[in-house]
């Protein structure tokens, strides 16, 4: 017969699902601009929370992805195009960034691309695209191939967004679990500080677009921008998180 601990676990479970598929949704479209610019092999970088550093979020490389690995801002091809929101592409490139990676993913770096995800005033992150395939493994990467990963990079920063708000409410719900199964009294399930700090992170500017809804477009815009820049330059400390259920 169905109790607490299966409705609670049955949530639990599906919100892990729903935010595996977005991150699926990532790499498929990293993928797909592989495939539009005949790149080896792509990932997105995004900032490291409390750091200068960018770290591998989704990569065609397996290896990448799985290590967590982060460069520098300060130095590094990739960092340069986040700060300066740029985009780049580069033959047998040298920083110490790519060195790092190389020596990782056991690649050599002969072409590179990198291009900024930006939406309006916000950059997520960084889009990189190494090596060529099919016909084109000898040649660079060419202007239109630029071209092309940028208005990719457009189209991430909407797919960044709506991975961003599937963590915050799927984090959410594994609190609420959490408290849930401390109420009830159900063994082995706990929330974890992770959830608690992407919850806490996301949460003011969810707030926000609760309370926008009766707002007229341009005053709702302007709350959104002054939630985002909150929540983006302000964050949540480890010190600050305390978390027991």
Do not use: W
């Not at 599906?14 to 495939?35: F, N």
């Not at 801002?73 to 960092?79: F, H, K, P």
């Not at 309006?120 to 092309?148: I, M, Q, W």
């Amino acid at each position: 017969m169905p109790d607490f601990a299966t409705a609670l676990r049955r949530i639990h479970d599906h919100s892990e699902t729903i935010l595996a598929d977005a991150t699926v949704m990532l790499r498929q479209l990293v993928e797909d601009t592989c495939s539009a610019i005949s790149a080896a092999e792509g990932s997105i970088l995004v900032p490291v929370e409390g750091k200068n550093e960018l770290r591998f979020f989704v990569s065609i490389n397996p290896v990448l992805e799985k290590s967590g690995m982060s460069v520098s801002v300060d130095g590094t091809i990739s960092g340069y195009v986040f700060s300066s929101r740029q985009a780049m592409a580069k033959v047998k490139p040298e920083s110490p960034g790519v060195a790092k990676v190389d020596e990782v993913a056991k690649v050599e770096t002969s072409y590179l691309l990198a291009v900024p995800i930006v939406d309006d005033d916000r950059v997520y992150g960084v889009a990189t695209f190494v090596n060529r395939r099919g016909d084109k493994v000898n040649e660079p990467f060419s202007v239109e191939d630029l071209k092309t990963a940028q208005a990719f990079g457009e189209i991430y920063a909407t797919a960044m967004k709506l991975h961003r708000k599937i963590e915050f409410s799927t984090s959410t719900a594994r609190v609420e679990i959490a408290d849930h199964a401390n109420e009830f009294e159900v063994e082995g399930i706990s929330g974890s500080e992770e959830d608690l700090r992407t919850a806490l992170r996301y949460r003011l500017p969810a707030l926000l677009a609760e309370k926008a809804v009766s707002l007229p477009d341009r005053e709702r815009e302007l709350l959104f921008k002054i939630g985002e820049l909150i929540s983006d330059y302000a964050g949540v400390g480890e010190e600050s998180v305390a978390y027991d259920l």
